[in-house]
């Protein structure tokens, strides 16, 4: 099942507004990923983490990979319209093997009126 | 260069038929996963290839399974079709399947089992 908890499930926004979105678990994960889908279309990657405290930004939108390795945020600054869609926080479990199974949370989607 | 490919992008089937996806991964990228995402389980892990052999599996009947060609391009078949089996399938590459590499996803295609 399910070991990613992210959060909020659904958020209604103004243009120009920031947002936040976090995932969390129970379980250390050693890589944590960012994606947006749109509808009709596969999931886009929008920053990769791989260390413990680690901070990327990709333009307007900043991750950062938890200290505990347990959980993952993600902000976008002064929300645009086309920042609509689902976006998904995914991690490589740090017991797995080898980095080839995702597990992804439930996906927040976002809503941006202009 | 060229992303992941998936074809057909949508397929409908009756109950009892069976199915075969393709994906063709990104050029270079040699660990293919394929997810199944639907509304109520959101994005699963189904199994990995990695030079044409099975490497990581998910909790899925054996009524569905892969394979991977020796150029990396990849096939999913689902026997039996059920109609809770209607979903996106969702292919990604990445170099090698390892914890640093993300995963890139193709666009998906749309089952719909009648």
């Known amino acids: 099942g399910q070991q990613l908890n992210q959060s909020p499930q659904s958020m209604f926004i103004q243009e120009g507004e920031d947002v936040s979105m976090n995932c969390t678990s129970s379980s250390i994960f050693n890589t944590w990923l960012w994606y947006k889908q749109d509808p009709g279309e596969g999931p886009v990657l929008l920053i990769a983490l791989y260390k413990a405290g680690e901070l990327t930004s990709n333009g307007r939108l900043t991750a950062q990979f938890g200290i505990t390795r347990k959980d993952s945020f993600l902000n976008i600054s002064a929300s645009i319209p086309s920042d609509v869609g689902i976006y998904f926080c995914?991690?490589?479990?740090?017991?797995?093997?080898?980095?080839?199974?995702?597990?992804f949370g439930e996906g927040t989607q976002l809503t941006v009126n202009p | 260069k060229a992303g992941v490919t998936q074809t057909p992008r949508y397929l409908i089937k009756t109950r009892g038929q069976q199915v075969t996806l393709s994906c063709s991964p990104i050029s270079g990228h040699r660990s293919v996963s394929w997810y199944q995402q639907t509304p109520g389980q959101g994005l699963q892990f189904l199994f990995e290839?990695?030079?044409?052999?099975?490497?990581n599996k998910g909790n899925f009947p054996g009524r569905f399974s892969g394979r991977q060609f020796s150029n990396s391009r990849s096939e999913m078949n689902v026997s039996t079709l059920e109609l809770g089996d209607s979903a996106l399938y969702l292919c990604?590459?990445?170099?090698?399947?390892?914890?640093?590499?993300?995963?890139?996803f193709g666009d998906g295609t749309r089952l719909s089992i009648l």
């Open positions: 290839y990695f030079s044409e052999t099975q490497r």
């Open positions: 990604a590459s990445s170099l090698e399947g390892r914890s640093v590499q993300p995963q890139h």
């Open positions: 995914a991690g490589y479990l740090d017991q797995e093997t080898s980095g080839s199974r995702l597990t």
